[in-house]
């Protein structure tokens, strides 16, 4: 069902590689909601995915850019601001990778320089499309900025590796730039702190099953799905929430705030 939440809003959304992608189901959304926007996505990741067939549904305009460079920034929000016909209301950063973890290196043997191309990739992409929006004023009074998180910024996964790290300085660069966004143009940014979603980035984690199930039995509402995240990522977006800023927002089905669960006890009484 929509309500319109979006209606006259304007938008950039990275990260949507396929239908599996958060950010996908968050652009549908969006559209469902009447806004206008545009997709954003690395060249390497355009070529591997479906991303045409989303914006030919979204009537939105794709424009690839590289989160890591500044010029592909400024090119990023000059033509969206010129395709939409004016200034940003709300961006979503849905951007993260690590070759350490797709080559299965241990957080005891990290390449370093694959470390700090995460960091760059998933964490300081966020504050390179925040300066660079704020330098060129691209978005609109009262805007609405999110980034995409989870919990291994806070809690231990061990196969989790360097994209905790990453997340951490996400969650550290909102809190930062949200102060001082919020005090120059009253723009919100917030991070979401997403379950264990079945993505293509996320099944490429080692144990990514078990730990799905570990926490949508520790969830009593059971875990967030893709779908759910979009319509929690949308009221953010919408004017309903124009007093939320710096926060980190956990969309986990309560798994955060359990400690243990009957399901797990259960399981470990068996044992």
Known sequence: MAYQLLKGKRGIISGALNEDSIAWKIAERAHEEGATFTLTNAPLAMRMGEINHLAEKCGAKVIGADATSIEDLEKLYDESIEFLGGPIDFVLHSIGMSTNIRKGREYGDLN??????????????????LQVAQKKDAIAQGGSVVALSYIAAQRSFPDYTDMAQAKAMLESIARSYGYH???????????VSQSPTKTT???????????????????????ATADD???????????????????????????????????????????
Request: aromatic share 14%; charged share 20%.
């Open 112 to 129: 370093y320089e694959w470390f700090l191309k995460s960091l760059d990739v998933s964490a300081l992409s966020f504050h390179k499309m």
């Open 181 to 191: 966004y919020g005090k120059a143009k009253g723009v919100r940014i917030n991070t």
């Open 201 to 223: 980035a996320g099944t490429g984690i080692s144990g990514f099953n078990a730990f799905y199930e570990y926490a949508n039995q520790m969830s009593p509402l059971g875990n």
């Open 229 to 271: 995240c979009a319509d929690y990522v949308i009221t953010l977006f919408s004017d309903l929430t124009r007093k939320v800023t710096m926060q980190n927002l956990f969309h986990d089905g309560g798994f955060s705030c359990v400690g243990i669960s009957e399901e797990i006890v259960e399981k470990m009484e068996k044992q």
